[in-house]
């Protein structure tokens, strides 16, 4: 069996035939604190990593530093890559939605405010819980391959 953490890109989920999917590309971060808990995003609709998507042609750096902002109030510094996964799924505001993510470790910098989205709080997971609990298959599976480039155990 082909180890899905030693592959650059993954995708999850079935792509249906004639069918339509908005395309949605979004840089997530993966931060591991010292204590080895993963960053997480709650919000009403469940687990999520910092990140989301790319606007106005921005590169991955500036879309990843503008969503930390946005959802945490922490300023970060952008690591190593990890990896792109996506993800066929169904989105109450898209409908068929082709969700690609690209994924890079961060490190929190300095927390300038409370973040703007007040619906996002940052929490702090143990591995399996983070890998088990986010909404989205593919952020999963980045995290899984985080832990295991960092040598770590989920």
Known sequence: MKDIFNVDEITFGERLENTDY???KAVYGIVISSE???ATIETPGGFFLPGGGIENNESHEMCLKREFLEETGYEITVGNYIGRSSMYHIAKNYKYMHGIGFFYFADLYFRKNNGIEK?????WLEPSE????????HQSWATAKAMNIKGLTV
């Open 119 to 123: 619906d996002h709080k940052l929490i």
């Open 36 to 38: 080895g808990k993963i």
């Open 130 to 137: 983070c890998i088990n609990g986010l909404f989205f298959k």
């Open 22 to 24: 908005f395309q949605r």
